[in-house]
């Protein structure tokens, strides 16, 4: 990899998304500027006989997955959570460590990067929908399931397009402000994004042995306008408050009363997404007693305002 680009090696191994390998090769290794070139070599690395991603479409890497050794970045795309990890990649990742490159996982790529130690003690993220696997599965990980990037010495991104995010801060770290731009303008793709993946994540996902907050939920959703105590939670889930406490924090891992606030924020967001009412209606309805109150628990919980929040999410924006 002799030039005088700085090179980035995408290891590949069966299993993986085609599309955040499609990214980083899009964002990085594309010529967008005819006369200059790509902003960086970019190389596919693993067995030359063939790779099949997860759509059963297969890769034909450029070089073995040894060439991981004579990059200067190394970037893991999306592997399957939670599944064991080979361990050539696992070699070949802690050895371009060990050499100095810079590692950077886009996605679910963050459970390679766990698995050989190259996570300990450091901040990281991945999608939403595994963060939580991730924090059980790697305790000594401080796992952020709102970033939609993180940069703690090892780089990770949240779900498939914040891969996307997380490339354009590579290219300002190497390139500059100005080369990032252009490369966002090029993708039609915003140079930063506000907030942060909370705005994605579907409102109350929850564990199935939670099924019994189904008829608290509906009790709640019926005076949601207005203020609920702990007493009466539990008059209405039939249990005392301590037992109710409990109860939250074994099923759902947290407090009945934040649970309460994230009621009142998740059905903001269905009337944000569905409706045409005034904000600060929406706000009364769900429980706030004030526009303030209610913007800064809403940015608090989802990362922007619910202005910015019915503009990316409703189709009547």
Request: hydrophobic content about 40%; charged content about 20%; some cysteine.
């Amino acid at each position: 990899m002799s030039t005088t680009r700085p090179t980035v090696a995408i290891p590949l191994v069966d299993g993986m998304t085609l599309f955040e390998i499609g990214m980083p090769l899009e964002a990085l290794g594309y010529a967008w500027e005819r006369e200059s070139g790509p902003l960086y070599d970019v190389t596919l690395c693993g067995d030359r006989r063939g790779v099949r991603t997860n759509t059963g479409a297969r890769l034909t890497p450029e070089r073995p997955l040894s060439a991981v050794l004579e990059s200067d970045t190394v970037l893991v795309p999306a592997v399957p959570p939670a599944a064991p990890v080979g361990a050539p990649l696992l070699r070949a990742l802690r050895g371009a460590s060990q050499q100095g490159a810079r590692i950077v996982a886009l996605c679910t790529g963050t459970f390679a990067l766990a698995e050989a130690g190259l996570l300990a003690g450091r901040r990281a993220t991945t999608h939403w929908r595994h963060a939580d696997v991730l924090q059980r599965m790697y305790p000594d990980i401080e796992v952020d399931g709102r970033a939609l990037y993180v940069d703690d010495g090892v780089l990770t991104s949240a779900g498939c397009a914040a891969g996307l995010d997380l490339c354009l801060h590579l290219i300002r770290q190497d390139h500059g402000e100005r080369a990032a731009n252009a490369i966002a303008r090029n993708l039609v793709i915003a140079a930063h994004r506000d907030g942060d993946q909370a705005q994605y994540v579907a409102a109350e996902p929850l564990d199935d042995e939670a099924g019994w907050l189904d008829q608290l939920r509906e009790w709640l959703r019926e005076r949601i306008d207005g203020p609920v105590s702990l007493a009466e939670l539990g008059v209405a889930a039939r249990m005392s408050p301590r037992t109710l406490a409990r109860r939250f924090q074994q099923d759902v891992g947290t407090t009945p009363m934040r649970w309460v606030a994230g009621q009142r924020i998740a059905v903001a967001r269905e009337l944000l997404e569905s409706t045409d009412l005034p904000i600060d209606r929406i706000g009364y309805q769900v429980g706030y007693g004030s526009p303030v109150s209610f913007r800064a628990a809403f940015v608090q919980a989802v990362g922007v305002s619910p202005r910015r929040y019915r503009t990316a999410f409703s189709g009547r924006a």
